[in-house]
């Protein structure tokens, strides 16, 4: 039998290249609190990403609570369901209320149209998502907020190196967060980061990381613990040095399956890239809306009987679950879009390594679910969005 294909395999660079950091680890004995290959890395890193100041983090959902305690957050936050349950957990452990608004059917992406009349004496901030690396709509989402006088903290989990005319999406908002967990384009086997513009906000966010210890004796908030170590930073360290030609790699694994798409299943359409956004490549989703005859979950359990793992991200929405779903704005007709999507969308495998020959194997079978729908039916309608 061959080995299971899952919907993403972590970028591992050669391990005799991971020894030596390791060695100087054992040599200098410092493994975590800001030791050497933090403090490259936050540098490194923000020369990469185009940012001016990189916080390092052990994971992203630490992170996000953290972005949260930096602004002071309170009351409501206005968000999307279309995400992973982290982004609206965030909120729920720091006692804040999540407001969900509908998505746009074309960028998946919070609508902005759909922003301002959740907005209530209560509401302090906006937590978008970037969702699958596709830039929200951040020119109006700041209006809005310039206008209420409200915070914008983007989940930025899946924007590792995504830009939107030449500059980094990172630069939006208050602040941005990343992920580096083990699933994501870059990883550091657990990690993650916020993105801030100014030395102060740093200083506050490396406080808040550290228990709030500003120096030895003072502590200026009731801080958390969410440092990275050093084995997780040198991790980065090396990865970045294959970064680029990863990106590279998944490009080309996204071009073939639109390649192989239109040749197999050409009723299809799907959206392309933004002109003016240079993409990660992260994610390849499909939405399949199938017909009397099937449904997207016959095309994933087909897939899984082949031993394919495609993921349903973000099925159920996370006003679905049992902390959400009592809530005003978790009711389905009120997500009417968000709704739709989560029962069509399917995320295919996409990362580098992944062979060409899996990638027809894996539209194949797409394709005879399809086929077979289709003797019963007329043409499903199925579309690729990126
Ligand atoms: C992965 C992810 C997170 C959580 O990041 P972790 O590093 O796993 O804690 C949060 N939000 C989104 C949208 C994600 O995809």
């Not at 969702?131 to 020119?139: E, H, I, M, W």
């Not at 030449?166 to 699933?183: E, K």
């Not at 029962?343 to 079978?365: F, H, K, M, T, V």
Request: with cysteine.
């Amino acid at each position: 039998m061959k080995p299971p294909v899952y919907v993403t395999s972590p970028l591992l660079p050669p391990l005799e290249e991971f020894i030596p950091y390791l060695e100087e680890l054992w040599q200098n004995k410092i493994l975590t609190n800001s030791g050497k290959f933090h403090q490259q890395l936050e540098k490194e890193l923000a020369d990469y990403l185009g940012v001016k100041h990189v916080c390092l983090f052990s994971n992203g959902t630490l992170a996000l609570l953290t972005a949260l305690q930096t602004l002071r957050i309170t009351g409501e936050v206005i968000t999307t369901a279309y995400s992973f349950v982290a982004t609206s957990h965030s909120l729920l452990w720091n006692g804040l209320t999540p407001v969900f608004a509908d998505i746009d059917p074309v960028t998946f992406n919070i609508d902005p149209s759909k922003i301002e009349e959740l907005i209530t004496p209560r509401t302090s901030a906006i937590l978008p998502v970037h969702c699958y690396g596709t830039p929200a709509d951040s020119a109006r989402i700041q209006k809005i907020a310039d206008t209420y006088g409200l915070k914008v903290i983007y989940d930025a989990a899946h924007c590792f190196g995504v830009k939107e005319n030449g500059t980094s999406i990172l630069n939006y908002g208050d602040l941005s967060v990343l992920s580096f967990h083990a699933t994501k384009v870059f990883n550091t086997f657990e990690g993650g980061a916020i993105i801030c513009h100014d030395a102060k906000t740093k200083q506050r966010i490396d406080y808040l990381k550290n228990f709030g210890f500003a120096d030895e004796t003072v502590v200026m908030a009731p801080g958390i613990n969410a440092k990275m170590n050093e084995v997780q930073a040198a991790m980065g360290l090396l990865q970045l040095k294959y970064i680029d030609s990863a990106l590279a790699e998944r490009a080309e694994i996204y071009n073939n399956y639109i390649a192989l798409l239109t040749a197999s299943l050409p009723e299809l359409s799907f959206i392309k890239q933004p002109e003016n956004v240079t993409w990660n490549y992260a994610y390849f989703p499909v939405l399949i809306h199938g017909n009397d005859s099937f449904t997207r979950d016959d095309v994933y359990n087909a897939l899984r009987e082949n031993g394919i793992y495609a993921r349903r991200y973000f099925y159920p929405l996370i006003s679905e679950f049992p902390m959400y779903r009592h809530m005003e704005t978790a009711k389905p007709e009120h997500l009417p879009v968000a709704w739709d999507v989560s029962r069509a969308i399917l995320c295919l495998p996409i990362y580098p390594g992944l062979a060409l020959a899996e990638q027809q194997n894996i539209i194949d079978i797409i394709a005879q679910v399809v086929a077979r729908g289709e003797q019963a039916s007329f043409p499903a309608p199925l579309v690729v969005n990126g």
